[in-house]
């Protein structure tokens, strides 16, 4: 049974900074691609960002690119989303997700998914 743990939520000023993590029980992280979701009240879940199983190949949606950062600590099983110079419409539940592969994962998500972390950016 995979289980992911997202943590690191919480509310920010704009222009603040906050990391989320997220946490694999039952799956190696090292074998599999990991991606962050995010959902705003009233909208579909989008695309936020993902990473290859190495971490060598990392992929952003283009309104967090040059402000968000993906990383993998494979030792830990945990990955990471490092956010910066967060904005209002950054508000939104973040899920982490994995899969086999980044391909399907970047449109659709992986098969598994966390239960979410809450990040509100105040204006």
């Known amino acids: 049974q995979v289980q992911l743990a997202e943590s690191g939520g919480g509310l920010v000023q704009a222009g603040g900074s906050l990391r989320l993590s997220c946490a694999a029980s039952?799956?190696?992280?090292?074998?599999?691609?990991v991606g962050w979701f995010r959902q705003a009240p009233g909208k579909d879940r989008e695309f936020v960002a993902a990473?290859?199983?190495?971490?060598?190949?990392?992929y952003y949606a283009d309104s967090v690119k040059d402000r968000f950062t993906i990383a993998k600590d494979n030792a830990k099983n945990t990955v990471y989303l490092q956010m910066k110079t967060l904005a209002p419409e950054d508000t939104a539940v973040y899920y982490c997700?994995?899969?086999?592969?980044?391909?399907?994962?970047?449109?659709?998500?992986?098969?598994?998914w966390g239960q979410g972390t809450q990040v509100t950016v105040s204006s």
């Open positions: 997700t994995t899969g086999p592969n980044t391909v399907k994962l970047r449109t659709a998500g992986g098969d598994y």
């Open positions: 039952g799956r190696i992280f090292s074998s599999f691609a």
């Open positions: 990473s290859n199983y190495n971490g060598a190949y990392t």
